[in-house]
């Protein structure tokens, strides 16, 4: 069982850059592809950004790409989401997630076998 712990989350204005983390329990974090998905209020959970074990797979939602970088450093178990240029449209609970499918960054949720509680990202305008 994997346990996910995400943290970074916030307040900010447009335009500012906030970065999320996600930590996990597992020793063998390295296997997983990990991902990273937002809920709005009253809309579906949607893909952000997924990569592969070793980091050299990525993939972005059209929505955030220019803007959002994802990554990981499998020495410290933890994934990063950094978010730039923020739009009053990210303002979402965002939520990582761990995939046993570690060789691809996989954009259905259904390839995610844990998630994290979520963190709040509200954006101002």
């Known amino acids: 069982q994997v346990q996910l712990v995400e943290s970074g989350g916030g307040l900010v204005q447009a335009g500012g850059s906030l970065r999320l983390s996600c930590a996990a329990s597992?020793?063998?974090?390295?296997?997983?592809?990990m991902g990273w998905f937002r809920q709005a209020p009253g809309k579906e959970r949607e893909f952000v950004a997924g990569?592969?074990?070793?980091?050299?797979?990525?993939n972005y939602a059209d929505s955030v790409k220019g803007r959002f970088t994802i990554s990981r450093d499998n020495a410290k178990n933890t994934a990063y989401l950094q978010m730039n240029s923020l739009k009053p449209e990210d303002t979402a609970v965002y939520y990582c997630?761990?995939?046993?499918?570690?060789?691809?960054?996989?954009?259905?949720?259904?390839?995610?076998?844990?998630w994290g509680q979520g963190t709040q990202v509200t954006v101002s305008s």
């Open positions: 990569i592969s074990w070793s980091g050299a797979r990525t």
């Open positions: 597992e020793r063998t974090f390295s296997s997983y592809g």
């Open positions: 997630a761990a995939s046993r499918l570690s060789g691809g960054a996989e954009v259905w949720s259904g390839n995610y076998d844990y």
